[in-house]
């Protein structure tokens, strides 16, 4: 209660302290303001017009330290001053221009467009070469500020660099596309889409081999993975060193390592990861098929050649044909079926 009771009269204190100190300072740019030419001996046009630069700086400086004043305090006192800092000066501003216009006007300048503010703001910029209210905070940038600058900027270079990848995925894809259509018109083939969704490669088997069959595939592309880690587990020689060469590493035991190979081939068959010429390697057996797998990017590749009909690759209505797209997708490589047009 004792606070609530002494409030008024702290505040009437503050209130006093500022109004006193301000109204000092406001006096002063007032002698400043006040138009007291008459009672001066007539001034050159040189003359008239320094001494506006320095009523003009005089009363930005004031402006200045008056802020400075209102910066002390509590958050509360510090709006109610600065907002009563700026009414002074804004009423001492007005009073400043309207002085200089009349002042200017006996010198021959005129606002001759009727803005006489405006003109009168150009005249103060190019004859005093500074302006009442320049306000410095706000022409400062803040730290703040420069984060979320350099941060939009950051943003926006981001933004070009995917751009340009994604032009440049598009544009090596259609090229390869060009490339691989121009391979496979010459033999009457073409491309037949399969969804890209970590299957792809079984289930481009899956579709030549129905192609192949005359109707529905033999093997899904579920048991085709099976199949595939079935013949790996069981060969795991031929396979072992190629599939974890990248994940081996030095001192790993006997065990370590066949745990891992087991893990890999685990991962064949019961996940979407992706399959490769590995895998491709064992299918060619599993089945007893020759591949050829086209593309438009590297040279055409052949497995099982020991499965390859005596007609050859391209008029073969045994062997499994498909096709490798390195640009097809952003994630990375495709496998698609290649059939008759």
């Given at each position: 209660m004792r606070l609530c009771?002494?409030?008024?009269?702290?505040?009437?204190?503050?209130?006093?302290?500022?109004?006193?100190?301000?109204?000092?300072?406001?006096d002063e740019v007032q002698e400043v303001i006040s138009d007291k030419t008459s009672e001066k001996e007539e001034e050159t046009r040189d003359e008239v017009l320094a001494r506006h630069r320095k009523e003009i700086s005089q009363l930005q400086k004031k402006e200045v330290e008056m802020k400075k004043q209102a910066a002390r305090g509590s958050k509360a006192e510090q709006k109610t001053k600065k907002k009563q800092v700026e009414e002074e000066v804004s009423q001492l501003s007005t009073k400043l221009k309207e002085k200089h216009t009349k002042e200017l006007s006996t010198l021959g300048y005129s606002s001759g467009n009727g803005n006489e503010k405006s003109n009168l703001d150009n005249l103060v910029k190019a004859i005093a070469g500074v302006t009442?209210?320049?306000?410095?905070?706000?022409?400062?940038?803040?730290?703040?500020?420069?984060?979320?600058?350099?941060?939009?900027?950051?943003?926006?270079?981001?933004?070009?660099?995917?751009?340009a990848e994604q032009n440049d995925i598009i544009s090596d894809r259609m090229v390869e596309n060009e490339k691989l259509e121009r391979k496979l018109k010459p033999l009457g083939l073409t491309v037949c889409e399969i969804k890209p969704d970590g299957h792809c490669l079984y289930r481009a088997v899956e579709n030549q081999l129905g192609h192949l069959s005359g109707g529905k595939s033999p093997y899904t592309y579920e048991e085709l993975r099976k199949l595939a880690a079935a013949y790996m587990r069981?060969?795991?020689?031929?396979?072992?060193?190629?599939?974890?060469?990248e994940n081996l590493i030095e001192g790993d035991s006997d065990e370590s390592i066949a745990q891992k190979f087991e893990n890999y081939c685990k991962e064949v068959e019961s996940t979407a990861i992706w399959g490769g010429q590995l895998e491709l390697g064992a299918l060619t057996h599993c089945l007893k098929k020759h591949i050829v797998i086209f593309s438009g990017s590297f040279p055409d590749v052949e497995m099982g050649k020991e499965y390859k009909p005596v007609d050859g690759i391209c008029s073969s209505s045994s062997s499994i044909k498909l096709s490798y797209h390195k640009h097809a997708f952003g994630l990375g490589e495709h496998y698609n079926s290649v059939v008759s047009t």
């Open positions: 009771c002494r409030w008024p009269e702290t505040a009437r204190k503050l209130s006093r302290v500022f109004t006193m100190e301000d109204t000092q300072e406001i009442v209210s320049s306000q410095p905070e706000n022409t400062k940038v803040s730290k703040a500020k420069q984060r979320r600058d350099k941060r939009a900027q950051q943003e926006a270079e981001r933004e070009l660099r995917i751009q069981k060969h795991t020689s031929d396979f072992l060193p190629f599939c974890l060469s």
